[in-house]
């Protein structure tokens, strides 16, 4: 019989790819649940959409590319990035947006830049940046919390009016988002930017119907079951929590000094805590290893970073919330930061460096 | 941070440890193989003694085929002191001397001695020391390395040379962690015979004088950890240490941390950091080779992994090849969906190419497990940056980097990333999702490195001969011009000096290849005239060659110096002048004598026509008597001349 020659180590973890790829989607039922709760169908008709697409765009373009497209398929990678896009962009979107998004995302930012581990940007969040800088309509007109809404909407609605623009009923996205007492709502943090603009107070801009015990009403709850899925993550150790820490401890410090300065003009710490995208962000998003820093200190960093600039956005910035940007930026510091924070190696502590040089010199001049 | 002893004392005797970064946790599955006393297994009929087991170098042979040996007679010997000899492990006759494929992950053939076995297994003599204590430590140290014994925990570094430091031993660390999954060689040694080991330790604390002897047992193996602790319990010096599990605790570096929070500097030994560490197997050896005075010729080796039937631990021969010991263990090939042997651990081992591979002194297992068992062979998917690596790798490297400049060859960054300080553990690749085989591309890194450092030393050293050489030509090329020039500087001052002699020679030779052309055109010229003329002549013309070598050197002499005609003397001058009168009057007489031998020639043919010659005639012929005196007296005089010009000249030439 012949002998099987491996290379060590023979045996491994039963972790691979794929089941990784899987765990983080499973992580994210909760959150996928309560936007369900809150927002209506749309989330999930627009993952059947993206997963369609992500697939398709998938298998084609690694056919041309000559490689073995099953096996990409499996890793789920694609479907991960598909179910981002379905959970970020606005639930009433039309589907064209989903469509164009998860090509761009597996097209242009994945496979382009040679597929799965060489993309040097989020996917998602980069097919969400050309989504909200191509069509700002589509993409800023979120829907209302259910419970608020004077036309709430069936999953048939949602399926209607993610195909037709119309609901079954009819109703427009823009009367969809009518509230119960006849005028449209925005989300908290429309509002709250809005509100802010025209010189009002944070304390007269939470009086809106948006929010619901001084936090987003709906989008508290949707951060919330995101933060289980992250704590479900950590806890399976599929990421690590430095970034995640590094997200939260930024967006934390700087609008908690920020809080502290004057709390008429800046929201407190726990509404941009628990506001738009942020904990989907920093668990699902910015932990996408791919494109995330690779030393612990250096996730540290591109996580403060992320927050830091997700408040700055969201703060003075043009746009309400700002996670695919803060995501982008930081991914283009990524090998700046791998650089400057490479951890010490085993044996090269500072007071051996002096003694290891002294050798190097010595060896050197013998050889001289 | 350097933990200094004290502190490091008072933390161990607190039961605290520390620990080292990164890690893994794979299954353990040593109740497999652990839980029967070693067992003594019958002779194999062939043993297969490759001649080189350790680092270092290779002896030379002691014996031939054909020869009768006993067991413990060694069969390599060597003075360097980087080698230790291999003995005959059983009594027998050598059978055969040639490349026999080696317990190493290339299975390459390597010098082997075989044996054949007589069954009898008769010890040669044999030489104890039981009274170590008394003895100089280099007579233990020599024994030691007599007895063949190099690291027993994987390295095979001489143990002799680790039994001699140069420098001051705090610690003296005895590694019975076996952090390796599946192998049981060391658990059961310590449970068996601790008390041997204890007197290895001994022997060691003799020759070392450690502070404290801290003997370091996984957490995993509290009846090792019993054992040991019984054993070492008169001696306070002896702290027995109990270390959390994980892999790999037992890597020298990691356990050094662990248990003092001191890293060994890279490019370092441990010894830099005041420590010195040996293996359980390693003490029990020393105590065999210097209580029994036996050479290393069998050690403890694991069988193990679900493809044995009866799995455990046996005392194999040195040699045996790993046939024999499938045997014993009862291994079912139809247990595993492909033949796999792995010698060594499942993180560290390497796959033997035959099962004739034997036993050498660092074989601490064979695992042969099951196809469940074993991580399913290929399909290496992208790296997805996850860096799960990073954070099992107890050396805080970062092996996706290293993965990445050495799949792309940029092997000066994969050393930027300290490629050489991985000690091949195993744990990166162990938890990678993408089942990208790390350390095999690590290895490949390293020997590519290794192997182009090698073809740089040897160009620069060819570069270094040829520039020595291009400097060496170019060096004497220069010290030629310069003798050249220094020679004909001394030449050109010496033609200075003697300048004069040597125109004076050129002169006097042209002069007398002149005089000689002179000679033959007046001979012409005599040639119809009368002997006496004839003689006349000659006179004639010796002072015309002395005229004309006189009027060439001048002439050469102008030629050659013209500055220095200037100098010429006015008595030269003198003599050209009279010597132009000279040739006047010579012509004239010529002319003379030649119109005197026509009369006389015609007096001669016709004498009776001229009966009486005419007064004028003899006028004619006075005259003539009168020139011919003259001319003897010209003649003379020139010729005194052309004497005292040789002899002035004589004069000059010896003046000079």
């Given at each position: 019989m012949k002998f099987t020659l491996t290379s060590s180590p023979h045996q491994r973890v039963k972790r691979n790819t794929g089941q990784v790829m899987r765990l983080v989607m499973y992580a994210a039922v909760p959150g996928l649940i309560a936007q369900t709760w809150f927002f209506g169908w749309g989330a999930l008709v627009h993952f059947a959409i993206a997963a369609l697409t992500v697939v398709i765009t998938e298998a084609a373009l690694l056919e041309l590319r000559k490689k073995d497209f099953e096996l990409a398929i499996k890793d789920c990678s694609a479907l991960l990035t598909a179910l981002l896009i379905a959970i970020s962009i606005p639930p009433f979107a039309p589907w064209w947006i989903t469509v164009i998004g998860s090509f761009f995302a597996i097209a242009i930012v994945k496979q382009l830049y040679g597929g799965l581990g060489f993309n040097l940007f989020n996917p998602a969040m980069a097919a969400y940046v050309m989504l909200l800088v191509s069509f700002p309509v589509h993409m800023t007109t979120w829907s209302i919390p259910q419970a608020l809404s004077l036309y709430p909407t069936g999953f048939f609605d949602s399926i209607s009016i993610i195909f037709t623009g119309y609901s079954s009923d009819g109703y427009s996205i823009t009367q969809l988002r009518t509230y119960i007492d006849g005028y449209t709502l925005a989300t908290p943090l429309d509002t709250l930017k809005t509100a802010i603009s025209q010189n009002l107070t944070v304390a007269e801009a939470i009086e809106s119907p948006a929010f619901e015990y001084q936090l987003g009403a709906g989008w508290f709850w949707v951060n919330f079951a995101y933060l289980i899925g992250g704590v479900y993550l950590l806890k399976i150790k599929v990421i690590n929590w430095h970034i995640p820490a590094g997200v939260i401890g930024g967006i934390l410090l700087l609008s908690l000094a920020m809080y502290i300065f004057d709390d008429g003009k800046f929201a407190s710490p726990l509404f941009h805590l628990f506001s738009g995208g942020l904990m989907m962000g920093a668990f699902f998003i910015a932990t996408d290893p791919v494109s995330a820093s690779t030393t612990n200190k250096g996730r540290v960093i591109f996580g403060l970073g992320i927050g830091l600039w997700v408040y700055i956005i969201r703060t003075w910035g043009g746009y309400p919330d700002a996670i695919a940007f803060a995501v982008l930026v930081m991914n283009m510091a990524v090998p700046l930061i791998d650089y400057y924070t490479r951890p010490r190696t085993y044996g090269h502590k500072t007071e051996h460096k002096k003694t290891i040089a002294v050798k190097h010199i010595d060896s050197q001049d013998k050889s001289e | 941070m350097y933990s200094d002893y004290e502190s490091i004392i008072s933390r161990l005797n607190e039961g605290r440890l520390w620990d080292f970064p990164g890690g893994v946790h794979p299954p353990e599955l040593k109740e497999l193989s652990n839980q029967d006393p070693i067992a003594n297994i019958e002779i194999p009929d062939k043993l297969y003694v490759t001649t080189k087991q350790h680092i270092g170098v290779q002896g030379s042979l002691s014996v031939e085929v054909g020869d009768l040996v006993l067991k413990g007679e060694p069969l390599t010997k060597s003075t360097n002191p980087f080698s230790v000899p291999v003995h005959a492990p059983t009594s027998g006759r050598v059978t055969a001397i040639s490349p026999h494929v080696s317990a190493h992950p290339s299975g390459l053939p390597e010098l082997t001695v075989q044996i054949t076995a007589d069954h009898k297994d008769k010890w040669c003599p044999l030489n104890p020391i039981l009274d170590y204590q008394q003895k100089p430590k280099a007579k233990i140290v020599e024994a030691i390395c007599n007895a063949g014994i190099a690291g027993m925990g994987g390295a095979g570094f001489p143990t002799h040379i680790k039994a001699s430091p140069k420098k001051n031993i705090e610690f003296l660390i005895i590694n019975g962690v076996e952090c390796e999954p599946y192998i049981t060689s060391d658990d059961r040694l310590m449970r068996d015979h601790a008390w041997q080991i204890r007197q290895g330790i001994d022997v060691l604390v003799h020759l070392l004088s450690p502070k404290i002897v801290i003997v370091a047992i996984e957490d995993n193996k509290p009846e090792a950890i019993e054992a040991m602790q019984v054993a070492c319990q008169e001696n306070a010096k002896y702290l027995v240490c109990s270390v959390p599990t994980?892999?790999?605790?037992?890597g020298e570096k990691q356990l050094i941390q662990i248990l003092t929070n001191r890293e060994v500097p890279a490019q370092g030994l441990p010894v830099d950091v005041g420590v010195l560490m040996h293996n359980v197997g390693t003490c029990f050896a020393i105590a065999d080779a210097v209580f029994s005075g036996k050479p290393l010729v069998q050690r403890v080796v694991t069988l193990t992994g679900a493809a044995f039937r009866k799995p455990g631990n046996v005392w194999a021969l040195i040699g045996t090849p790993i046939s024999h010991l499938l045997d014993i263990g009862r291994y079912k090939a139809k247990l595993q969906r492909q033949r796999k042997l792995i010698m060594g651990g499942p993180m560290m081992g390497f796959d033997t190419l035959s099962d004739d591979v034997p036993v050498v002194k660092i074989t601490n297992c064979i695992l042969a497990p099951d196809a469940s068992e074993v991580a399913a062979i290929g399909s290496e998917q992208p790296?997805?940056?996850?860096?799960a690596c990073a954070d099992a790798c107890p050396a805080s490297l970062l092996p996706q980097q290293l993965f990445w400049h050495s799949k792309a060859k940029e092997l000066d960054k994969a050393q930027e990333y300290n490629l050489f300080d991985c000690i091949e553990c195993g744990a990166c690749a162990y938890v990678c999702p993408s089942e990208i085989p790390l350390v095999h591309y690590y290895r490949v890194a390293k020997s590519e490195i290794r192997t182009q450092q090698q073809e740089k030393d040897q160009a620069d050293k060819a570069r270094e001969r040829f520039e020595a050489r291009k400097e060496r030509l170019a060096r004497e090329q220069k010290a030629r011009e310069e003798k050249h020039a220094k020679a004909a500087e001394a030449r050109r001052q010496a033609m200075e000096e003697k300048g004069n002699g040597a125109k004076d020679k050129i002169a006097a030779a042209l002069a007398r290849a002149k005089a000689k052309k002179q000679q033959a055109e007046s001979a012409n010229a005599v040639e119809p005239a009368e002997q006496i003329a004839s003689t006349q002549d000659t006179k004639k013309d010796k002072v015309a060659m002395a005229i004309a070598r006189a009027k060439a050197k001048r002439e050469a002499a102008k030629k050659t110096e013209p500055k220095e005609t200037i100098t010429d003397s006015p008595a030269e001058k003198a003599e050209v002048a009279d010597s132009a009168e000279q040739i006047k009057k010579q012509k004239v007489a010529a002319a003379v004598a030649k119109a005197k031998a026509k009369r006389e020639a015609a007096k001669k043919t016709e004498p009776k026509e001229t009966p009486t010659d005419s007064p004028a005639e003899k006028a004619e012929v006075a005259d003539s008597a009168e020139q011919v005196k003259k001319q003897k007296v010209a003649a003379a005089v020139a010729k005194a001349k052309a004497k005292r010009l040789a002899a002035k000249k004589a004069e000059e030439d010896k003046s000079k």
């Amino acid at each position: 019989m012949k002998f099987t020659l491996t290379s060590s180590p023979h045996q491994r973890v039963k972790r691979n790819t794929g089941q990784v790829m899987r765990l983080v989607m499973y992580a994210a039922v909760p959150g996928l649940i309560a936007q369900t709760w809150f927002f209506g169908w749309g989330a999930l008709v627009h993952f059947a959409i993206a997963a369609l697409t992500v697939v398709i765009t998938e298998a084609a373009l690694l056919e041309l590319r000559k490689k073995d497209f099953e096996l990409a398929i499996k890793d789920c990678s694609a479907l991960l990035t598909a179910l981002l896009i379905a959970i970020s962009i606005p639930p009433f979107a039309p589907w064209w947006i989903t469509v164009i998004g998860s090509f761009f995302a597996i097209a242009i930012v994945k496979q382009l830049y040679g597929g799965l581990g060489f993309n040097l940007f989020n996917p998602a969040m980069a097919a969400y940046v050309m989504l909200l800088v191509s069509f700002p309509v589509h993409m800023t007109t979120w829907s209302i919390p259910q419970a608020l809404s004077l036309y709430p909407t069936g999953f048939f609605d949602s399926i209607s009016i993610i195909f037709t623009g119309y609901s079954s009923d009819g109703y427009s996205i823009t009367q969809l988002r009518t509230y119960i007492d006849g005028y449209t709502l925005a989300t908290p943090l429309d509002t709250l930017k809005t509100a802010i603009s025209q010189n009002l107070t944070v304390a007269e801009a939470i009086e809106s119907p948006a929010f619901e015990y001084q936090l987003g009403a709906g989008w508290f709850w949707v951060n919330f079951a995101y933060l289980i899925g992250g704590v479900y993550l950590l806890k399976i150790k599929v990421i690590n929590w430095h970034i995640p820490a590094g997200v939260i401890g930024g967006i934390l410090l700087l609008s908690l000094a920020m809080y502290i300065f004057d709390d008429g003009k800046f929201a407190s710490p726990l509404f941009h805590l628990f506001s738009g995208g942020l904990m989907m962000g920093a668990f699902f998003i910015a932990t996408d290893p791919v494109s995330a820093s690779t030393t612990n200190k250096g996730r540290v960093i591109f996580g403060l970073g992320i927050g830091l600039w997700v408040y700055i956005i969201r703060t003075w910035g043009g746009y309400p919330d700002a996670i695919a940007f803060a995501v982008l930026v930081m991914n283009m510091a990524v090998p700046l930061i791998d650089y400057y924070t490479r951890p010490r190696t085993y044996g090269h502590k500072t007071e051996h460096k002096k003694t290891i040089a002294v050798k190097h010199i010595d060896s050197q001049d013998k050889s001289e | 941070m350097y933990s200094d002893y004290e502190s490091i004392i008072s933390r161990l005797n607190e039961g605290r440890l520390w620990d080292f970064p990164g890690g893994v946790h794979p299954p353990e599955l040593k109740e497999l193989s652990n839980q029967d006393p070693i067992a003594n297994i019958e002779i194999p009929d062939k043993l297969y003694v490759t001649t080189k087991q350790h680092i270092g170098v290779q002896g030379s042979l002691s014996v031939e085929v054909g020869d009768l040996v006993l067991k413990g007679e060694p069969l390599t010997k060597s003075t360097n002191p980087f080698s230790v000899p291999v003995h005959a492990p059983t009594s027998g006759r050598v059978t055969a001397i040639s490349p026999h494929v080696s317990a190493h992950p290339s299975g390459l053939p390597e010098l082997t001695v075989q044996i054949t076995a007589d069954h009898k297994d008769k010890w040669c003599p044999l030489n104890p020391i039981l009274d170590y204590q008394q003895k100089p430590k280099a007579k233990i140290v020599e024994a030691i390395c007599n007895a063949g014994i190099a690291g027993m925990g994987g390295a095979g570094f001489p143990t002799h040379i680790k039994a001699s430091p140069k420098k001051n031993i705090e610690f003296l660390i005895i590694n019975g962690v076996e952090c390796e999954p599946y192998i049981t060689s060391d658990d059961r040694l310590m449970r068996d015979h601790a008390w041997q080991i204890r007197q290895g330790i001994d022997v060691l604390v003799h020759l070392l004088s450690p502070k404290i002897v801290i003997v370091a047992i996984e957490d995993n193996k509290p009846e090792a950890i019993e054992a040991m602790q019984v054993a070492c319990q008169e001696n306070a010096k002896y702290l027995v240490c109990s270390v959390p599990t994980k892999y790999p605790a037992g890597g020298e570096k990691q356990l050094i941390q662990i248990l003092t929070n001191r890293e060994v500097p890279a490019q370092g030994l441990p010894v830099d950091v005041g420590v010195l560490m040996h293996n359980v197997g390693t003490c029990f050896a020393i105590a065999d080779a210097v209580f029994s005075g036996k050479p290393l010729v069998q050690r403890v080796v694991t069988l193990t992994g679900a493809a044995f039937r009866k799995p455990g631990n046996v005392w194999a021969l040195i040699g045996t090849p790993i046939s024999h010991l499938l045997d014993i263990g009862r291994y079912k090939a139809k247990l595993q969906r492909q033949r796999k042997l792995i010698m060594g651990g499942p993180m560290m081992g390497f796959d033997t190419l035959s099962d004739d591979v034997p036993v050498v002194k660092i074989t601490n297992c064979i695992l042969a497990p099951d196809a469940s068992e074993v991580a399913a062979i290929g399909s290496e998917q992208p790296c997805i940056r996850c860096s799960a690596c990073a954070d099992a790798c107890p050396a805080s490297l970062l092996p996706q980097q290293l993965f990445w400049h050495s799949k792309a060859k940029e092997l000066d960054k994969a050393q930027e990333y300290n490629l050489f300080d991985c000690i091949e553990c195993g744990a990166c690749a162990y938890v990678c999702p993408s089942e990208i085989p790390l350390v095999h591309y690590y290895r490949v890194a390293k020997s590519e490195i290794r192997t182009q450092q090698q073809e740089k030393d040897q160009a620069d050293k060819a570069r270094e001969r040829f520039e020595a050489r291009k400097e060496r030509l170019a060096r004497e090329q220069k010290a030629r011009e310069e003798k050249h020039a220094k020679a004909a500087e001394a030449r050109r001052q010496a033609m200075e000096e003697k300048g004069n002699g040597a125109k004076d020679k050129i002169a006097a030779a042209l002069a007398r290849a002149k005089a000689k052309k002179q000679q033959a055109e007046s001979a012409n010229a005599v040639e119809p005239a009368e002997q006496i003329a004839s003689t006349q002549d000659t006179k004639k013309d010796k002072v015309a060659m002395a005229i004309a070598r006189a009027k060439a050197k001048r002439e050469a002499a102008k030629k050659t110096e013209p500055k220095e005609t200037i100098t010429d003397s006015p008595a030269e001058k003198a003599e050209v002048a009279d010597s132009a009168e000279q040739i006047k009057k010579q012509k004239v007489a010529a002319a003379v004598a030649k119109a005197k031998a026509k009369r006389e020639a015609a007096k001669k043919t016709e004498p009776k026509e001229t009966p009486t010659d005419s007064p004028a005639e003899k006028a004619e012929v006075a005259d003539s008597a009168e020139q011919v005196k003259k001319q003897k007296v010209a003649a003379a005089v020139a010729k005194a001349k052309a004497k005292r010009l040789a002899a002035k000249k004589a004069e000059e030439d010896k003046s000079k």
